[in-house]
């Protein structure tokens, strides 16, 4: 089995800072990309950044300079450092990622359980 695990997530004023982090854990063999969205209500999900295994990294332009995706390969873990938070980064973020399992060929796409983000004005 693996699990992501998403935490950090909570109230935060305009301006302000946030880091969410997502662990993944269980029989892991290695991971591709690691990727977060998020989901404001009445609004389809968005990708809105993604970390290679080699460390490259891709933003959406609403975030672009605002937010940092890391990762920590070692604790199979992935960050999302945002700044410059505003009321429209409201939403549940999500993490994914794409990975192999131990004792199987293929890759696997699993999702965390998200985490709300609240930014009031």
């Known amino acids: 089995q693996v699990q992501l695990v998403e935490s950090g997530g909570g109230l935060v004023q305009a301006g302000g800072s946030l880091r969410i982090s997502c662990a993944a854990s269980g029989s892991i063999a290695s991971i591709n990309s690691m990727t977060w969205y998020r989901q404001a209500p009445g609004k389809q999900r968005e990708l809105i950044a993604t970390?290679?295994?080699?460390?490259?990294?891709n933003y959406a332009d609403s975030v672009k300079g605002r937010f940092t995706i890391s990762r920590d390969n070692a604790k199979n873990t992935v960050y999302l450092q945002m700044n410059s938070l505003r009321p429209e980064d409201t939403a549940v973020y999500y993490c994914n990622a794409i990975l192999s399992r131990v004792g199987r060929p293929n890759e696997y796409s699993y999702w965390g359980q998200g985490t709300q983000v609240t930014v009031s004005s």
């Open positions: 970390i290679t295994s080699g460390g490259s990294t």
